[in-house]
């Protein structure tokens, strides 16, 4: 199985920060990563896939990109709206696994 | 518009059954996979299952965790999907998701459902 290792899995930030998470693939899932988000008892929501491309309706504050396995979601200028928590998900094989969450709480 | 709606859970004792139903609007159901996830209490998502199209003859994989206790099923006449679970455990407590590939052919799923929740207790 491929696992994704999410870091941080944690992170207080203030209204325009940047902010950084990153997932790391076990092994090669080339493009297949995607992000959701997910605010409390809410449903996730596709933000982000094949690495770097929006889902309609994403804000251009959101951007993805890769580095070998290596892969990052990047939110500049943090609006309320973004805190919330946010998963990656590798598509490339079965069984799909999700990484372990990040939480963007307000500093 | 779009949308899945999750219904079926509740409370159930250990080793009992429940079923859990998926019901699509919004597109034409036949056309696409289907998937399930769960999130227990305070937890991260986990995939449970996903369900080929009929033109790709149905076919279904598991996530190991559930793999023989669960099963995946459609009918594509009602637009549902369904997930059936027996012998069921504490640990399989949680909420239950379905979701819709965004397009044919691929693993990035929009939309959800807003989730059903399964409560595995005595």
């Known amino acids: 199985d491929i696992q994704m290792t999410q870091s941080p899995s944690s992170v207080s930030a203030s209204v325009g920060d940047t902010v950084t998470i990153t997932c790391r693939a076990s092994q090669d899932i080339n493009i297949f990563s995607n992000w959701y988000q997910q605010k409390p008892g809410k449903a996730p929501k596709l933000l982000m896939y094949r690495t770097s491309t929006l889902q309609t309706g994403v804000p251009s504050r959101f951007s993805g990109s890769r580095s070998g396995t290596d892969f990052t979601l990047t939110i500049n200028r943090l609006q309320p709206e973004d805190f919330a928590t946010y998963y990656c998900?590798?598509?490339?094989?079965?069984?799909?696994?999700f990484g372990g969450g990040t939480k963007v709480e307000i500093k | 518009e779009v949308q899945l709606v999750e219904s079926g859970g509740g409370l159930v004792e250990p080793g009992r059954s429940l079923r859990l139903s998926c019901t699509a609007s919004g597109f034409t159901f036949g056309d696409f996979a289907m998937s399930w996830f769960r999130q227990a209490p305070g937890k991260g998502l986990e995939w449970i299952g996903f369900i080929r199209r009929e033109l790709y003859g149905g076919t279904i994989e598991y996530a190991a965790s559930v793999k023989g206790r669960f099963t995946i099923s459609r009918d594509d006449s009602k637009g549902i999907a369904y997930l059936q679970m027996n012998s069921l455990k504490t640990e399989d407590t949680g909420i239950y998701y379905c979701?819709?590939?965004?397009?044919?052919?691929?693993?990035?799923?929009?939309?959800w459902g807003q989730g059903t929740l399964v409560t595995v207790s005595s």
């Open positions: 979701g819709r590939p965004m397009v044919q052919g691929v693993h990035e799923f929009d939309p």
């Open positions: 998900q590798q598509a490339s094989s079965f069984p799909l696994t």
